[in-house]
C-alpha cells in the first residue's frame, strides 16, 4: 500500500477537502443597494442602514483631512450619491481620486438643509476599494472631447455621456422587444455569417479560412517538404514489391499466418503512397482554379461566405411560414467611409410582414417609431434632459413632436418637385432619378413640413432587386421614413411576390440566380404578399441624443483602422 501511496500523481486534485467545502464557507452575496433606489426615495430612506457599490466621479478632503465626500455613480441613473466618509474609517488619500471603485456600507442620512442633496451616506465601513493612480488615470474630473474618448474605449463608459447613451440604448432595445412582442411578433435570430448579399452592393466582409490553412500549409511544407515525384515512385516500386512477395507466398501454399502478414505489409505501402501523392498536391499561398480564380471550393463553407448586411432576407423564410416577425442585430457593410453616418458594424431592427402590403408597411413603421419615442419620454427623462442640457437642446422636444404627430406622406416624384420648386441651394443636384442625399431628406421634414416625412415609390434604378415593382415600370414600392437631424431612419419596402418578376430584378442587378434558389423558392410554393422594413439602430439614437457622431452611441465602435477590444 505503501508503493501505492508514494506512485500516486503529485498533482492529484484534494477531492477529499474539495469535498468538505460547503456553501456556508463561500463569501456571503453582496446585498447592494442600488444609486437609483435612494436617490428615487429621497429622505424617506434616511436612517436606513444599506450598502452601496460604485466608482468615484469627484473626491475631496474636507475638515483639515479629518473626512472626505465622494461623488459615487453605479451607472444605474445618472445621479450621483454623495458619500461621507471619516479618516478613521479608511485613509482618505485611496478613496478620493477619480476612478476609484468603492464598496461601502453605512447609514442613510439627511444632509443639512442648504445642502443640494436630499439625502447622503454616512459610511461606517469600507467594505471593497479598487484604487486609482490618479496620475496615470486618462480620464480627468473635466470635461473631455467624445473624440478623444474613442481611444479610450474600455473605460469611456464611466464618463456621464456614455454612460446615458447606454441607458437610452438599453431602453430603446426594451421598448423595440416589447412592442412588436405587443404586435403580435416573433423574434427571429437570423445568421451573421451568409452566402446571399442582400443590398447587391458588394461591400461585404468577406469570412474565410483559407488564409489561416494557406499559413498552416507553408509551415507543414517548411518543416516537412512535399515528396518528390523520386519519392513517389520509390514508394510505388515498394508497392509492387510487396504484391509479389503476396503472390509468391500465394502460390507456395503459404500458410495463412505468413500470407496475411505480407497483405498488411502491402496494405502500408499503398497506404504510404496515398499519403505521398496527397502531400505532393500541397502548394503554398491561397488555392486557385486554372482560370486563376480562388478555389473557395477549398474554403470552410466550400464556397464563398460573408458578414450579413442584412437579416431581411433570411427572416422573410419565416414571415412566409409564422406571418409577422422581426429580427435585431449586428450587420457589418465594408464601406471606407469615414464620415459622422457610417460605421463597418451597426445593428438593424429588421421586421417582415406576412399579408401586408406598402400601406401596411409605413403603418407599422410610424406606429413603432412612435412608440420608441413615446418610451424614452417614459423611461429615460433624466437622461435625455442630460443630452438637452449637453448637446442638443430640442432633443426632448424632438422626441415630444414626433410622438405626437402623424407622418406627412409623399410620393418621391413629389418630393423631387418640392425641392426643386425651393429657393435652397443643395449641394447635390435635385432630379428625378436621384437617391435623395442627407441634407434633401433633412430639409423636407426640418424645413418644408416640420414633422416626420415618409417618402414611397421610389425609381426602381436606385432600390434593391427584392423590392415589388409598381406597374409603371419605373417605381417600386418602397418607402423612407425622413426625421428630424438624421434623415433617413428607416427605409422599407413591399417585397416582390411574382417569382418570374423577382428572377428578372435579380438577373437585372448584375447577380447570379444559385445563391438566391432559396428564396425564389418563397416565391414558388405559396407566394405571398409581405412587406418590411430595417430601422438602422444607431442613428435612432442619434435622434433620440441629438449627439453627432454615431461611433459615439455604440459600445465598440468599428470603422476604417480602428476595431479596439
Same mark, same amino acid.
Given at each position: 500500500?505503501?508503493?501505492?501511496?508514494?506512485?500516486?500523481?503529485?498533482?492529484?486534485?484534494?477531492?477529499?477537502?474539495?469535498?468538505?467545502?460547503?456553501?456556508?464557507? !463561500? $463569501?456571503?452575496?453582496?446585498?447592494?443597494?442600488?444609486? +437609483? =433606489?435612494?436617490?428615487?426615495?429621497?429622505? %424617506?430612506? @434616511?436612517?436606513? /442602514?444599506?450598502?452601496?457599490?460604485?466608482?468615484?466621479?469627484?473626491?475631496?478632503?474636507?475638515?483639515?483631512?479629518?473626512?472626505?465626500?465622494?461623488?459615487?455613480?453605479?451607472?444605474?441613473?445618472?445621479?450621483?450619491?454623495?458619500?461621507?466618509?471619516?479618516?478613521?474609517?479608511?485613509?482618505?488619500?485611496?478613496?478620493?481620486?477619480?476612478?476609484?471603485?468603492?464598496?461601502?456600507?453605512?447609514?442613510?442620512?439627511?444632509?443639512?438643509?442648504?445642502?443640494?442633496?436630499?439625502?447622503?451616506?454616512?459610511?461606517?465601513?469600507?467594505?471593497?476599494?479598487?484604487?486609482?493612480?490618479?496620475?496615470?488615470?486618462?480620464?480627468?474630473?473635466?470635461?473631455?472631447? !467624445? $473624440?478623444?474618448?474613442?481611444?479610450?474605449?474600455?473605460? +469611456? =463608459?464611466?464618463?456621464?455621456?456614455?454612460? %446615458?447613451? @447606454?441607458?437610452? /440604448?438599453?431602453?430603446?432595445?426594451?421598448?423595440?422587444?416589447?412592442?412588436?412582442?405587443?404586435?403580435?411578433?416573433?423574434?427571429?435570430?437570423?445568421?451573421?455569417?451568409?452566402?446571399?448579399?442582400?443590398?447587391?452592393?458588394?461591400?461585404?466582409?468577406?469570412?474565410?479560412?483559407?488564409?489561416?490553412?494557406?499559413?498552416?500549409?507553408?509551415?507543414?511544407?517548411?518543416?516537412?517538404?512535399?515528396?518528390?515525384?523520386?519519392?513517389?515512385?520509390?514508394?510505388?516500386?515498394?508497392?509492387?514489391?510487396?504484391?509479389?512477395?503476396?503472390?509468391?507466398?500465394?502460390?507456395?501454399?503459404?500458410?495463412?499466418?505468413?500470407?496475411?502478414?505480407?497483405?498488411?505489409? !502491402?496494405?502500408?505501402?499503398?497506404?504510404?503512397?496515398?499519403?505521398?501523392?496527397?502531400?505532393?498536391?500541397?502548394?503554398?499561398?491561397?488555392?486557385?482554379?486554372?482560370?486563376?480564380?480562388?478555389?473557395?471550393?477549398?474554403?470552410?463553407?466550400?464556397?464563398?461566405?460573408?458578414?450579413?448586411?442584412?437579416?431581411?432576407?433570411?427572416?422573410?423564410?419565416?414571415?412566409?411560414?409564422?406571418?409577422?416577425?422581426?429580427?435585431?442585430?449586428?450587420?457589418?457593410?465594408?464601406?471606407?467611409?469615414?464620415?459622422?453616418?457610417?460605421?463597418?458594424?451597426?445593428?438593424?431592427?429588421?421586421?417582415?410582414?406576412?399579408?401586408?402590403?406598402?400601406?401596411?408597411?409605413?403603418?407599422?413603421?410610424?406606429?413603432?417609431?412612435?412608440?420608441?419615442?413615446?418610451?424614452?419620454?417614459?423611461?429615460?427623462?433624466?437622461?435625455?434632459?442630460?443630452?438637452?442640457?449637453?448637446?442638443?437642446?430640442?432633443?426632448?422636444?424632438?422626441?415630444?413632436?414626433?410622438?405626437?404627430?402623424?407622418?406627412?406622406?409623399?410620393?418621391?416624384?413629389?418630393?423631387?418637385?418640392?425641392?426643386?420648386?425651393?429657393?435652397?441651394?443643395?449641394?447635390?443636384?435635385?432630379?428625378?432619378?436621384?437617391?435623395?442625399?442627407?441634407?434633401?431628406?433633412?430639409?423636407?421634414?426640418?424645413?418644408?413640413?416640420?414633422?416626420?416625412?415618409?417618402?414611397?415609390?421610389?425609381?426602381?434604378?436606385?432600390?434593391?432587386?427584392?423590392?415589388?415593382?409598381?406597374?409603371?415600370?419605373?417605381?417600386?414600392?418602397?418607402?423612407?421614413?425622413?426625421?428630424?437631424?438624421?434623415?433617413?431612419?428607416?427605409?422599407?419596402?413591399?417585397?416582390?411576390?411574382?417569382?418570374?418578376?423577382?428572377?428578372?430584378?435579380?438577373?437585372?442587378?448584375?447577380?447570379?440566380?444559385?445563391?438566391?434558389?432559396?428564396?425564389?423558392?418563397?416565391?414558388?410554393?405559396?407566394?405571398?404578399?409581405?412587406?418590411?422594413?430595417?430601422?438602422?439602430?444607431?442613428?435612432?439614437?442619434?435622434?433620440?441624443?441629438?449627439?453627432?457622431?454615431?461611433?459615439?452611441?455604440?459600445?465598440?465602435?468599428?470603422?476604417?483602422?480602428?476595431?479596439?477590444?
Amino acid at each position: 500500500m505503501a508503493g501505492d501511496t508514494a506512485s500516486a500523481p503529485a498533482s492529484a486534485p484534494p477531492t477529499a477537502e474539495l469535498a468538505a467545502v460547503s456553501i456556508a464557507d !463561500l $463569501e456571503p452575496a453582496t446585498s447592494r443597494t442600488r444609486i +437609483r =433606489a435612494i436617490l428615487d426615495a429621497g429622505d %424617506a430612506l @434616511a436612517g436606513q /442602514r444599506v450598502v452601496v457599490g460604485g466608482w468615484v466621479k469627484t473626491g475631496r478632503q474636507q475638515g483639515k483631512g479629518e473626512f472626505a465626500f465622494l461623488e459615487v455613480n453605479d451607472g444605474s441613473c445618472p445621479g450621483n450619491l454623495q458619500v461621507m466618509v471619516d479618516k478613521d474609517v479608511h485613509p482618505l488619500p485611496r478613496l478620493t481620486p477619480t476612478g476609484t471603485s468603492v464598496l461601502v456600507e453605512g447609514v442613510l442620512k439627511k444632509p443639512p438643509e442648504e445642502a443640494k442633496q436630499r439625502i447622503e451616506l454616512k459610511v461606517e465601513k469600507v467594505i471593497e476599494v479598487g484604487e486609482v493612480d490618479a496620475a496615470a488615470y486618462p480620464l480627468p474630473k473635466t470635461r473631455i472631447t !467624445l $473624440e478623444t474618448l474613442r481611444d479610450f474605449v474600455h473605460l +469611456r =463608459a464611466r464618463t456621464n455621456t456614455i454612460g %446615458a447613451v @447606454a441607458r437610452i /440604448r438599453h431602453q430603446l432595445a426594451f421598448a423595440t422587444h416589447s412592442f412588436f412582442d405587443e404586435n403580435g411578433f416573433l423574434y427571429i435570430h437570423t445568421p451573421i455569417i451568409t452566402t446571399s448579399d442582400c443590398e447587391g452592393a458588394g461591400e461585404m466582409f468577406q469570412v474565410t479560412s483559407l488564409f489561416s490553412q494557406a499559413e498552416k500549409v507553408e509551415k507543414e511544407l517548411r518543416e516537412n517538404p512535399a515528396p518528390s515525384e523520386a519519392d513517389i515512385e520509390a514508394a510505388k516500386l515498394v508497392v509492387k514489391e510487396k504484391g509479389d512477395a503476396v503472390a509468391q507466398l500465394k502460390a507456395a501454399k503459404a500458410s495463412k499466418q505468413e500470407i496475411t502478414s505480407a497483405v498488411s505489409e !502491402l496494405h502500408k505501402a499503398k497506404e504510404n503512397v496515398s499519403r505521398l501523392e496527397e502531400r505532393s498536391k500541397l502548394k503554398p499561398g491561397i488555392p486557385h482554379k486554372d482560370d486563376g480564380t480562388v478555389a473557395f471550393e477549398n474554403d470552410f463553407f466550400k464556397r464563398q461566405a460573408f458578414l450579413t448586411v442584412s437579416g431581411q432576407l433570411q427572416v422573410e423564410t419565416y414571415a412566409c411560414a409564422l406571418s409577422s416577425v422581426y429580427t435585431f442585430g449586428p450587420t457589418f457593410r465594408a464601406e471606407n467611409s469615414h464620415t459622422s453616418r457610417h460605421l463597418a458594424e451597426f445593428w438593424m431592427v429588421e421586421p417582415e410582414i406576412a399579408f401586408a402590403n406598402l400601406q401596411d408597411d409605413m403603418n407599422c413603421a410610424e406606429s413603432y417609431v412612435q412608440y420608441l419615442c413615446k418610451w424614452l419620454l417614459k423611461h429615460c427623462r433624466e437622461d435625455m434632459e442630460f443630452m438637452v442640457k449637453n448637446y442638443d437642446k430640442t432633443a426632448i422636444e424632438r422626441l415630444e413632436l414626433v410622438s405626437s404627430t402623424p407622418f406627412e406622406r409623399i410620393s418621391y416624384t413629389k418630393a423631387v418637385e418640392i425641392l426643386k420648386g425651393t429657393d435652397k441651394k443643395f449641394e447635390n443636384k435635385v432630379e428625378w432619378g436621384i437617391d435623395l442625399a442627407s441634407e434633401h431628406e433633412r430639409y423636407l421634414t426640418e424645413v418644408i413640413f416640420k414633422k416626420p416625412v415618409i417618402v414611397y415609390n421610389y425609381p426602381k434604378g436606385i432600390k434593391a432587386f427584392y423590392m415589388r415593382l409598381n406597374d409603371d415600370q419605373k417605381t417600386v414600392a418602397a418607402m423612407d421614413v425622413l426625421v428630424p437631424k438624421v434623415g433617413e431612419l428607416i427605409g422599407g419596402s413591399q417585397r416582390e411576390e411574382r417569382l418570374d418578376v423577382l428572377k428578372e430584378r435579380i438577373l437585372a442587378a448584375d447577380l447570379p440566380l444559385e445563391p438566391y434558389e432559396w428564396y425564389l423558392d418563397l416565391r414558388r410554393f405559396g407566394s405571398v404578399k409581405h412587406s418590411g422594413f430595417g430601422l438602422g439602430f444607431e442613428r435612432m439614437i442619434l435622434f433620440a441624443t441629438g449627439i453627432d457622431n454615431i461611433r459615439d452611441v455604440i459600445p465598440f465602435p468599428r470603422y476604417p483602422g480602428r476595431a479596439d477590444l
